[in-house]
């Protein structure tokens, strides 16, 4: 006789589901939180832009003042701090010059505004520090840190996000249909809206979130860029087939040069400006850092190619006493291999911003749906707790009086 098989799971399975159902009790509530901060940050641009009109200006058929002229407005209202970033943005936009601190414990960034055509002020915000109160800076602040120091909440956050790709690939091995018969192809691709609160709370989580894998994917990918060095390092040397990822680090301006400035009528800032502006006159914004710490260190000029996105840019760094050019791995976007665009792109995907407005709305859907994956989820397991306690019936078959003959 053939014995019969037992049709038990198997072992990988059980370890397989054990793991998805007690890493996402565990992760639930900081994923529920980077999720559903990232889904309001989205669109801060798009809403700054709407609610503070002093980052546009009239646009004007003249040159743009050179950023000297933009440091010494934005000086006048910010003396005795130092100006960390300059900004220039297309033709309707403001330019703007950072002041970042950090002193007693505190960071602070108070942010300039200015006409680019006249250098006249506009606006000085604070967004960090004793300024008025910025929605979008504690959204980012809770997104990366749980609204924690920087120093605790980041490691947490980096550690759940891992826990995040893991519970992805446990929860497609749980979705996968054992048979791919039309009745599990219903209850793996649809949901049925139809059904108790239980069946749509299970259809919700299991198939949200397959249709949303692939970009959570890349979500909590692009995140882990920003919290762990070894996973970026990783990161880039597969994508690069195998090439150490080169450290960030600017050219070295010729000491030995340094009489040149004596003789200076014009700024090394604004000379660095007036000869990127001439090889790049379709850009859509620059970004430099107007004061040098070091008299080693290059003059940097970011010049970006399209508005609204970042990773399209090309860098420019020049000696700051003879204004030669240095050119570094990755600094032309067009010319840069693989893995140095990937890295380039990185935070435009991870906030949509790669595909324009349209990947903004993905990248907020995906996110919404990420951040109730931990709640259904919870509500699923739940529910089965509930059930597994459910007393069994009370009734008892008695057993037959002695004597009596059975048919």
């Known amino acids: 006789m053939k014995s019969k098989k037992v049709s038990n ?54 040159a743009f003042v050179p950023p000297s002229r933009l440091l010494d407005t934005a000086m006048a209202y910010m003396p005795g701090v130092k100006p960390t970033g300059l900004t220039y943005s297309n033709r309707e936009g403001a330019a703007a010059v950072g002041f970042s601190s950090f002193a007693n414990g505190e960071r602070s960034f108070t942010a300039v505004f200015m006409d680019p055509y006249t250098g006249k002020f506009l606006q000085k915000q604070q967004s960090i520090g004793q300024g008025e109160f910025d929605f979008f800076r504690f959204i980012i602040d809770g997104h990366r840190a749980l609204w924690l120091p920087y120093n605790i909440g980041r490691p947490i956050v980096g550690v759940c996000t891992l826990i995040f790709l893991v519970l992805l690939v ?4 749980m979705w996968w249909p054992k048979r791919w018969n039309k009745s599990n192809r219903d209850k793996s691709f649809k949901i049925k809206w139809s059904g108790s609160f239980k069946r749509v709370n299970y259809d919700l989580h299991n198939v949200l979130g397959f249709y949303s894998l692939l970009l959570a994917l890349a979500l909590g990918v692009t995140g882990l860029v920003w919290s762990f060095k070894w996973f970026e390092d990783g990161l880039y040397y597969v994508t690069s087939g195998g090439q150490e990822k080169p450290g960030h680090h600017h050219p070295h301006s010729d000491t030995t040069q340094a009489a ?24 859509q914004g620059f970004y430099m850092t107007p004061i ?55 935070y435009d995907i991870h906030v949509g911003a790669v595909w324009g ?8 859907c995906i996110s919404l749906i990420c951040a109730s994956l931990p709640i259904t989820g919870f509500l699923v397991w739940w529910n089965k707790k509930k059930k597994a306690k459910r007393p069994k019936s009370s009734a008892k078959i008695r057993s037959k009086p002695a004597g009596v003959a059975t048919a």
């Open 9 to 62: 799971p198997s072992v990988l399975r059980r370890v397989n589901d054990w793991l998805h159902l007690w890493l996402g009790l565990v992760s639930g509530i900081v994923v529920f939180i980077v999720s559903i901060t990232g889904s309001f940050y989205a669109f801060q641009q798009e809403i700054k832009d709407a609610l503070e009109p002093w980052r546009f200006v009239e646009a004007q058929d003249k």
């Open 170 to 173: 446990t929860g497609l091995v």
């Open 260 to 283: 040149l400035l004596a003789n200076n009528t014009v700024s090394p800032l604004d000379q660095a400006w007036y000869k990127t502006r001439a090889v790049e006159p379709n850009a």
């Open 292 to 346: 040098l710490e070091d008299k080693e260190d290059a003059l940097e000029v970011i010049a970006y190619q399209d508005h609204g996105s970042w990773y399209n840019r090309n860098e420019y760094y020049y000696d700051q006493y003879t204004l030669e050019l240095f050119r570094v791995q990755g600094d032309r976007y067009e010319e840069a291999g693989f893995a140095d665009k990937l890295s380039l792109l990185n």
């Open 357 to 364: 407005l349209p990947g903004k709305v993905l990248a907020f």
